[in-house]
């Protein structure tokens, strides 16, 4: 059985296992390599079989390092009015930090993305 756990992070959730990169909101103003902690904890699997919380288990935290940040996927956000010539469009990429929990370095998860490996794909965005 494969150790992992659910934790939430300002109303998203997110499966995390050790190795694990996850991309959060980035709310908190967090240097690359500062520790973070995940204390909204909902459920956990070992080797002690999983545990569940109503709505969080007590007392458990799960622990991960500050790896980075990048922009999201740019939103668009088009009003307009019939009949009125009224059209404006927005649009702006959300700010996020990428977070691994600790352990070895492991693949990208994310709800209603196909897995793939990240250790050998580079961000055209980074200038280093």
Do not use: C
């Not at 997110?14 to 190795?19: D, I, K, S, T, Y």
């Not at 909204?40 to 288990?57: F, R, Y």
């Not at 009015?81 to 959300?94: C, F, I, P």
Request: net charge positive; no cysteine.
């Amino acid at each position: 059985m494969s150790n992992y756990a659910v934790v939430n992070d300002r109303g998203r959730r997110f499966r995390v296992e050790p190795g694990i990169e996850i991309w959060v909101d980035n709310l908190r103003k967090a240097e690359p390599g500062s520790k973070i902690v995940f204390d909204n904890v909902e459920l956990i699997s070992g080797d002690g079989g999983v545990q569940a919380g109503t709505p969080t288990l007590k007392g458990a935290k799960v622990l991960g390092v500050v790896k980075g940040e990048k922009l999201g996927k740019k939103i668009v956000v088009f009003k307009y009015k019939r009949r009125k010539s009224q059209r404006r469009a927005l649009g702006r990429a959300r700010p996020l930090h990428a977070r691994r929990d600790r352990g070895d370095p492991g693949r990208l998860r994310r709800p209603g993305v196909r897995q793939r490996d990240i250790s050998k794909k580079t961000d055209p965005r980074d200038s280093s």
